[in-house]
């Protein structure tokens, strides 16, 4: 299992080369899976750099920081997410600009020079583009989930649950139960601030938590967009400060 991080600013990673695509790419490496070899990367592209169709041998999900990647007509801007599943082809990427991103994978993943899906690839589970910015927001899922926040369901996994989603909270935004999760979750700070029990989040902070750890109360005081995953259901146990508190189980945000 990857070690809980809570938390770190990708500032504070160091830079390593990227081996994908043409050279100049590099990347800060937030957390690592010793056993399966998944990865979460926050990536830096050079306007120009370029990588040639093909596919990845593991799933792999990106988020648009900053800047644009063109492929195949598609313009792929600044919120923009995608879903890559395991042996099917993506076309050819450029930079048209400068680019950060978030790069996930859910195993160790190699690239293959193709024209053509492996044997047996999902197709139907590929999101070549999804413009996040104009996906409606929605209510959260947690019942009696404090008021002020919304979501945007990116994926959810039909097999396991695990899910990539975009939390919004509106200034002056608190809760003051602390969480307990059966599952393991991951999130980044894009815009906004959160401040935790283990400190501020700012934007460009990390963590990466095991289940049952439990983390809060929370609060906001400019509001924050935050970009979420978990592996598995996400269900939430709150658990109030004080000792005369009780617990309840309720499916997550």
Known sequence: MRPHIEFIHVNDVPWQPW???????????????PDTGATTLFVSLPAG??????????DVEFYIMQG??????????????GFLPAGVVYGRLQASSPVTLLWFTHGESRFTLSA???????????????????????????PGFPPGAMRKSLRIDPDTGAGTWLLG???????????????AEEAFIILG?????????????????PPHIPHG?????????ILFRTDGHLHTFYRWPEPSGSSSGSPGY
């Open 19 to 33: 081996p994908f695509g043409s050279t100049d790419a590099c990347t800060r490496t937030l957390s690592c899976d």
């Open 217 to 225: 109360p929370f609060a906001t005081e400019t509001g924050a967009l």
């Open 49 to 58: 750099w370029a990588a040639p169709e093909g596919f990845f041998t593991a």
């Open 116 to 142: 053509t899906d492996a044997p047996g690839a999902r197709r139907r589970g590929l999101i070549h583009a999804m413009d996040s910015s104009a996906v409606p927001w929605s209510n959260t899922i947690t």
């Open 169 to 183: 909270v509106l200034p002056q935004w608190r809760e003051p139960r602390v969480e307990i999760h059966p599952v």
């Open 68 to 81: 644009e990647l063109v492929s195949n007509g598609y313009r792929l801007a600044r919120h923009t997410y």
């Open 193 to 209: 601030e959160m401040v935790t029990d283990r400190g501020v989040m700012v934007a460009g902070c990390y963590f990466w938590r």
